[in-house]
T-cell receptor
Framework: QQQVKQSPQSLIVQKGGISIINCAYE??????FPWYQQFPGKGPALLIA?????SEKKEGRFTISFNKSAKQFSLHIMDSQPGDSATYFC?????????FGKGTRLSVIA | GAGVSQSPSNKVTEKGKDVELRCDPI?????LYWYRQSLGQGLEFLIY????????KSGLPSDRFSAERTGGSVSTLTIQRTQQEDSAVYLC??????????????FGPGTRLTVT
């Protein structure tokens, strides 16, 4: 079964708007929640990550909000730019390999 | 420094042939992972090497898949008797330490495998 559920599958946002991508999980043993950004033809690159003892983490225009009781976490991209157009993956870790969501294709239009 | 490199970048093969995919991790990284990314899907874990320990092969989808890591550095993923459902992008990632003090995985650009 899918351990990390990501939504939406695709997202279109106007330049300057806020992009929000959500993920939900069931396994309470997960202890690390990264978000990866992937451009076509490239491997995923770590964007931002959070641990479950923190409810929010911000790095520049990117913010992770984490709700431990609801077992949900989300990525917010403020002031979205066309250069942010990419596929975003949430992930979670228990032990060693990461468990990934299915990805969200974000398109930021001018 | 150099990132994770993978070769070839693209591979087209006929059904039934064997293929080898190569990964060069970042120098000094002790942990190495292989993932598979199919169209419209997330990344699916295949195998994990940690230092000199036995690899975690729990994600390999069938016995046609195998991987080795020589000298704690370069890794080769081998797919025998390829099937069309093996068509995907195969991604390699490395991590500085295998223990819990370092979480970030650095991905290579992937090898796009097409089985005809």
């Amino acid at each position: 079964q899918q351990q990390v559920k990501q939504s939406p599958q695709s997202l279109i946002v106007q330049k300057g708007g806020i992009s929000i991508i959500n993920c939900a999980y069931e396994n309470t043993a997960f202890d690390y929640f990264p978000w990866y950004q992937q451009f076509p033809g490239k491997g995923p690159a770590l964007l931002i990550a959070i641990r479950p003892d923190v409810s929010e983490k911000k790095e520049g225009r990117f913010t992770i909000s984490f709700n431990k009781s609801a077992k949900q976490f989300s990525l917010h991209i403020m002031d979205s730019q066309p250069g942010d157009s990419a596929t975003y993956f949430c992930a979670a870790r228990e032990g060693t390999p990461l468990v990934f969501g299915k990805g969200t294709r974000l398109s930021v239009i001018a | 420094g150099a990132g994770v490199s993978q070769s070839p970048s693209n591979k087209v093969t006929e059904k039934g042939k064997d293929v080898e995919l190569r990964c060069d991790p970042i120098s000094g990284h002790t942990a190495l992972y292989w993932y598979r990314q199919s169209l419209g899907q997330g990344l699916e874990f295949l195998i994990y090497f940690q230092g000199n320990s036995a690899p975690d092969k729990s994600g390999l989808p069938s016995d046609r898949f195998s991987a080795e890591r020589t000298g704690g550095s370069v890794s080769t993923l081998t797919i025998q008797r390829t099937q069309q459902e093996d068509s995907a992008v195969y991604l390699c990632a490395s991590r500085l330490r295998w223990d819990s003090r370092s979480y970030e995985q650095y991905f290579g650009p992937g090898t796009r495998l097409t089985v005809t």
